[in-house]
């Protein structure tokens, strides 16, 4: 079956650590994004990309990285420069210029820092 | 700034009767809107869209309307079912290239 499978489920890191959240993709989508969701805030768009090697920052990129090495990944690396990354992490997918069905999420990462 | 946005954090509704979860947004640019609905710990899965072409769009217990003039978009579930509680997000993007999401709004369909 085709889908977004992100690991680990549940993350805990150390502050002052860097933690790669990864997300894989078998639906042959050509874009990715990178969403972060805290309580009463919605959904906020860390980083997309749109086609492999190419990414672009989203509303809240400081503190984070993401590379694009194959159409099918696209990890979020969280580094020590993120004040505040207690939160639930969606990757999700699309095909480029298909508007009407929207994006295809994972099932999410909750990282906590200890 | 919120483009998009819930008001209401949450609902409770009877379970038979009808549900109604309201957004607003303010770039007029918008031309696709979607709800997701969210149970807690998974990702958010696609629900119903609407491309601004149209007012209304129906999905076997689902409609969601559209009234560009008021930008504001509404999704209203008949009947309403226990399966149905959880939290339920609007998106809206100028031609898909990004989606904005509002704040979410948590339904309850009470037995």
């Known amino acids: ?114 | 700034d919120q483009q998009v946005k819930q008001n209401s954090p949450s609902l409770s509704v009877q379970e038979g009767r009808i549900s109604i979860l309201n957004c607003d947004y303010t770039n007029s640019m918008f031309d696709y809107f979607l709800w997701y609905k969210k149970y807690p710990a998974e990702g958010p899965t696609f629900l119903i869209s609407i491309s601004s072409i149209k007012d209304k769009n129906e999905d076997g217990r689902f409609t969601v309307f559209l009234n560009k003039s008021a930008k504001h978009l509404s999704l209203h579930i008949v009947p309403s079912q226990p399966g149905d509680s959880a939290v339920y997000f609007c998106a809206a993007s100028v031609s898909g290239n990004q989606f904005y999401f509002g704040t979410g709004t948590s339904l309850t369909v009470i037995p």
């Not at chain 1, 790669?20 to 990178?34: R, V």
């Open chain 1, 1 to 114: 079956d085709g889908g977004i499978t992100q690991s680990p489920k549940y993350l805990f890191r150390k502050e002052g650590q860097n933690v790669t959240l990864s997300c894989e993709q078998n639906l042959n989508h050509d874009a990715m994004y990178w969403y972060r969701q805290d309580p009463g805030q919605g959904l906020r768009l860390i980083y997309y990309s749109q086609i492999v090697n190419d990414f672009q920052k989203g509303d809240i990129a400081e503190g984070y990285s993401v590379s694009r090495e194959k159409k099918e990944s696209f990890p979020l690396t969280v580094t020590s420069a993120q004040k505040n990354p207690t939160a639930f992490y969606l990757c999700a997918s699309s095909t480029v210029g298909t508007a009407f069905y929207g994006y295809t999420f994972g099932s999410g990462t909750r990282l906590t820092v200890v």
